[in-house]
C-alpha cells in the first residue's frame, strides 16, 4: 500500500459514493478497520523507508570502494566481475582521438560528423551530437577521478587522457560557451 490510500482521497471519494477496497487486505468496515489499515499503511512506509536507507547505505559502501554504482558506462571504458571500471582498448583511443582534435583547435561539429561517418556510437549505440560530446568532455572519469554523491577519490579508475588535455578541453568548452555565435564556428 501506498500514499494513494491518503485521508484526503478517502474523504474525496466517500463523496463521491465510491468505496476504496483492498484486494491483498480483509479489513473491517469498523473502528478497528481504521487502525488496522492506519497500522498497515505505517508499516509499509516503514518498509518503504528502510529500504530507501539500505540501498543508499549499499551504494555509497560501492562508492568508497570505487565500484560501478549503476547508470550508463561511459564510452572507452567497461565494467569488470568486480564492478570496477576498466579501460575498453577498442574505444579508449576514440576518446583520446576526440579530446587532443578538441584540444588541438577542432570544432565539435567536425568531431562528430567524422565519427558518425565511420560509424562510431555513443556508448547507448547512438550518433554523436553536441551533447553527447560535451558530456565526454565534462566527465572527469576520463582523468580517473571517481565521483558519486559527495564522495570523490581522484585517481581510483584507470585514466583515459591526461589532466592537462583535459583542462585544456574544459578551458576550450567554457571559452566557447561565452562566445558569440561568429567566434564559435572556426
Do not use: W
Not at 20 to 49: K, N, R
Not at 116 to 135: P, Q, Y
Request: net charge positive; aromatic share 8%; proline share 3%.
Amino acid at each position: 500500500r501506498n500514499r494513494f490510500d491518503s485521508a484526503k482521497y478517502k474523504a474525496a471519494l466517500k463523496k463521491n459514493d465510491v468505496k476504496v477496497i483492498s484486494a491483498t487486505e480483509a479489513i473491517s468496515e469498523g473502528a478497528e478497520g481504521i487502525i488496522l489499515e492506519s497500522v498497515l499503511e505505517g508499516m509499509a512506509e516503514y518498509y518503504s523507508a528502510d529500504l530507501a536507507e539500505k540501498v543508499s547505505r549499499g551504494m555509497t559502501e560501492n562508492a568508497l570502494k570505487c565500484r560501478f554504482n549503476g547508470g550508463t558506462i561511459p564510452f572507452g571504458f567497461t565494467i569488470d566481475d568486480d564492478q570496477h571500471y576498466q579501460i575498453d582498448t577498442a574505444k579508449a583511443p576514440l576518446v583520446v582521438e576526440m579530446f587532443r582534435r578538441y584540444a588541438g583547435g577542432e570544432s565539435i561539429t567536425d568531431i562528430i560528423e567524422d565519427l558518425n561517418a565511420r560509424g562510431i556510437r555513443t556508448s547507448k549505440g547512438n550518433r554523436f551530437d553536441k551533447n553527447s560530446l560535451a558530456r565526454i568532455f565534462a566527465n572527469r572519469r576520463y582523468i580517473g577521478e571517481y565521483k558519486y554523491k559527495d564522495t570523490v577519490v581522484p585517481d581510483a579508475i584507470p585514466a583515459i587522457v591526461s589532466k592537462d588535455i583535459f583542462e585544456r578541453v574544459a578551458t576550450r568548452m567554457s571559452q566557447n560557451k561565452h562566445a558569440t555565435g561568429k567566434a564559435k564556428a572556426p
